[in-house]
């Protein structure tokens, strides 16, 4: 299902990964996700990798566009471009999502910031952030319309210009230490409840 979300790394104090995904992004869907993959790889290769990984620059990707055969005059690709584009770059593709987490496992990647996108209150239903400083899961939730509430990491950020003035940055719903994750079902039960406060 199209539930539109990011999943971010911070380390050192910045986020260095900040990953667009288009489908399930429930924690039911990508919060699973992210708990399986947490529990099971090695943080020290992680935090390495993750410092070692960069933003790729936009003559990069356009590069990457061409190679995969999209026209430069062209408003859109047709999807055997796109299909190319993410089997030649799987860490940009919107299907990987929080299996980003996964791929900085093996290696350093050059990687799309879509930071911005936590900004966008309507399309951003739901954000994750593994802080690689502080050991925790934070999970955050967009279509929010309550003033005041914790944007916790993301509350600096500008608003992107164009984005709904009615709904506000992501909230932060719950933190967790990585060294005591819940279940898919306390995260589900934490988050819903939460969510609906």
């Not at 290696?107 to 900004?119: E, I, K, S």
């Amino acid at each position: 299902m199209g539930t539109r979300n990011l999943t971010c790394v911070f380390i050192d104090n910045d986020f260095k990964v900040a990953q667009y995904g288009q489908w399930d992004g429930y924690p039911s869907g990508q919060g699973a996700t992210l708990l399986e993959l947490l529990a099971k790889l090695d943080l020290d290769t992680l935090k390495k990798n993750v410092r070692a990984s960069r933003w790729a620059t936009d003559e990069e990707v356009e590069a990457a566009w061409a190679e995969a055969g999209a026209d430069p005059s062209a408003e859109f690709v047709p999807m055997e471009v796109a299909d190319k584009l993410a089997k030649n770059h799987p860490e940009w593709h919107r299907d990987t999502a929080a299996e980003i987490v996964e791929m900085l496992g093996e290696g350093p990647l050059a990687l799309r910031n879509n930071l911005w996108f936590a900004t966008d209150g309507v399309f951003c239903e739901w954000a994750y952030v593994v802080d690689l400083d502080a050991m925790t899961l934070e999970v955050y939730a967009g279509c929010n319309k309550t003033p005041g509430k914790d944007h916790g990491k993301f509350a600096s950020l500008p608003r992107v210009e164009g984005t709904n003035p009615k709904y506000s940055t992501v909230v932060l719903l719950k933190t967790y230490p990585i060294s005591q994750l819940p279940s898919v079902e306390q995260l589900v039960a934490d988050c819903t409840k939460k969510e609906e406060e």
